[in-house]
């Protein structure tokens, strides 16, 4: 979902003082309650209530990726947004019709269709909707995978001047592009804007190929 802030270790004593059984639970959190973990005194506690405010208006494809569905990667979340249009339709679509959706073959059509049947998962589902989780089901458009940036891996530092970095996430993953949040030696690209972090370090450490903000807009086409 994106929440800036919460990191494994925030995770990791929100579970073990109980204050979360499953991840709506989150949702309920009170800056009071935050307050009493480590690392999270005061006006940190306070952003990360705001931010998990700000992660309820999210996009289907992220919902279905923060779920943790096995095998569904951003991708495939993403075509099974762009292909069904609505949750409610993937979660009652057959093992078959799944496979109807670019690239799911049958081992992934069983993770999906098994992840939809088991009671836990829908009442979590239906508990983060009940907490304020939305999207509009009109806005998912599909990966055009013949597209530049195919099997490309990019990882974003910084702020840009010209988009925000869901706008980034965005255009990455419409020419095929997949993004993610910590740098490898998997990574191609990282993206480098202003006041970047420890990322442009790791990435300057491995060897990975940085890009600044013209030379990211030339690789989506939007600075010829």
């Known amino acids: 979902m994106d929440v800036d802030g919460l990191g494994d270790k925030i995770v990791d004593q929100l579970v073990e003082n109980k204050l979360t059984l499953d991840p709506a639970d989150l949702y309920s959190l009170t800056v009071d309650q935050l307050a009493g973990l480590e690392r999270l005194a005061g006006k940190s506690a306070q952003n990360l209530v705001d931010a998990l405010e700000k992660s309820k208006h999210t996009t289907l494809e992220r919902f279905l990726y923060a779920l943790g569905i096995g095998q569904v990667g951003e991708t495939t979340a993403q075509r099974l947004a762009s292909h069904y249009g609505s949750l409610n339709a993937i979660m009652s679509a057959t093992e078959e019709g799944l496979q109807s959706v670019a690239d799911v073959g049958p081992v992934v059509a069983a993770s999906i269709h098994t992840f939809f049947r088991q009671p836990h998962n829908i009442a979590v589902i239906e508990k983060l909707r009940q907490a304020g989780i939305a999207w509009s089901e009109e806005t998912s458009e599909p990966v055009d995978m013949e597209l530049s940036l195919t099997g490309k891996t990019f990882v974003l530092t910084g702020t840009l001047s010209t988009m925000n970095r869901d706008d980034a996430r ?8 997949k993004v993610t949040g910590s740098v490898s030696k998997r990574t191609d690209y990282v ?14 450490t491995l060897g990975v190929k940085m890009v600044n903000e013209q030379e990211f807009l030339r690789l989506l086409g939007e600075n010829q």
């Open 170 to 177: 965005h255009r990455l993953r419409k020419l095929g592009a």
């Open 191 to 204: 993206v480098v804007g202003a006041d970047a972090g420890s990322k442009a370090d790791k990435a300057a």
